[in-house]
C-alpha cells in the first residue's frame, strides 16, 4: 500500500510503503506532464537509493534529494503507522 506523504510547489506527489520487515521504504515521486504523462523517480529509505528516475531534470532530482533527506524521519515513522493519517501524535 502506498501512502500520500506531500505536495510540492512544482505539482509532485510524493507517496511511501509501509516499512517492509527488510526495515525498507520505498519512496515514490510523479508529476504530470503533457507530453510524456508522468515523470517519475523511486527513493529507497534508509539507504537513500534512487532508482527509475524519468523525465525529471538532475537540478529536480537534487531538490527532492533534499526533501526526502529533510523528512526521512516522518516518512519513517508514518510508514509503520498507516501513514500520514495513521499517525496518533499528528
Not at 5 to 29: A, C, P, W
Not at 35 to 56: N, R
Request: proline share 4%; glycine share 8%; hydrophobic share 35%.
Amino acid at each position: 500500500m502506498m501512502y500520500p506523504f506531500l505536495t510540492l510547489d512544482d505539482g509532485t506527489e510524493i507517496v511511501h510503503s509501509e516499512m517492509q520487515e527488510n526495515g525498507q521504504v520505498k519512496v515514490y515521486l510523479e508529476r504530470p506532464d503533457e507530453k510524456d504523462c508522468f515523470h517519475h523517480a523511486t527513493c529507497y529509505l534508509p539507504g537513500y537509493t534512487w532508482e527509475d528516475a524519468f523525465g525529471f531534470s538532475p537540478a529536480e532530482l537534487a531538490r527532492f534529494d533534499e526533501v526526502i533527506h529533510s523528512t526521512a524521519h516522518l516518512i519513517l515513522q508514518f510508514s509503520q503507522e498507516g501513514g500520514f493519517d495513521g499517525a496518533a501524535s499528528f
